[in-house]
């Protein structure tokens, strides 16, 4: 990417069921929900959205292997969209179990996300 517009970085938890791709999800969707980009067309090659690049980087804390990369991508509605993992996030207690809610122990998945916008 040669030119870089902004960056948002995002936190997403899943705090019962233990699922990596729901956590990523949320990561992603907490660092863009807050964004409004209505200039940017007029300085993307061909003024369209489809020349735009989306660079995403999860830091996972576990189960890369589970992720779900089209579930995140889906959660970015334009451009060329690239997902990068690497180790972080957290792992931390709830204090319960709860099998109602597909607990396997009692952890919660803690991701952490950068979303960088340009072309």
């Given at each position: 990417m040669d030119n870089l517009f902004f960056i948002e970085i995002g936190m997403g938890c899943d705090l019962h069921g233990q699922n990596i791709t729901k956590a990523?999800?949320?990561?992603?969707?907490?660092a863009i929900?807050?964004?409004?980009m209505p200039g940017l067309r007029?300085?993307?090659?061909?003024?369209?959205?489809?020349?735009m690049k989306v660079r995403v980087?999860?830091?996972l804390p576990c189960d890369k292997a589970l992720l779900?990369?089209?579930q995140v991508k889906a959660v970015l509605p334009y451009g060329q969209v690239s997902v990068e993992?690497?180790?972080g996030g957290m792992?931390?207690?709830s204090g319960v179990v709860l099998p109602d809610k597909d607990d396997k122990n009692d952890l919660i998945y803690v991701v952490i996300a950068s979303v960088e916008v340009g072309y």
């Amino acid at each position: 990417m040669d030119n870089l517009f902004f960056i948002e970085i995002g936190m997403g938890c899943d705090l019962h069921g233990q699922n990596i791709t729901k956590a990523s999800v949320r990561a992603v969707q907490n660092a863009i929900h807050h964004n409004s980009m209505p200039g940017l067309r007029s300085v993307l090659p061909g003024g369209t959205l489809d020349n735009m690049k989306v660079r995403v980087k999860l830091a996972l804390p576990c189960d890369k292997a589970l992720l779900d990369v089209e579930q995140v991508k889906a959660v970015l509605p334009y451009g060329q969209v690239s997902v990068e993992l690497v180790d972080g996030g957290m792992l931390t207690t709830s204090g319960v179990v709860l099998p109602d809610k597909d607990d396997k122990n009692d952890l919660i998945y803690v991701v952490i996300a950068s979303v960088e916008v340009g072309y």
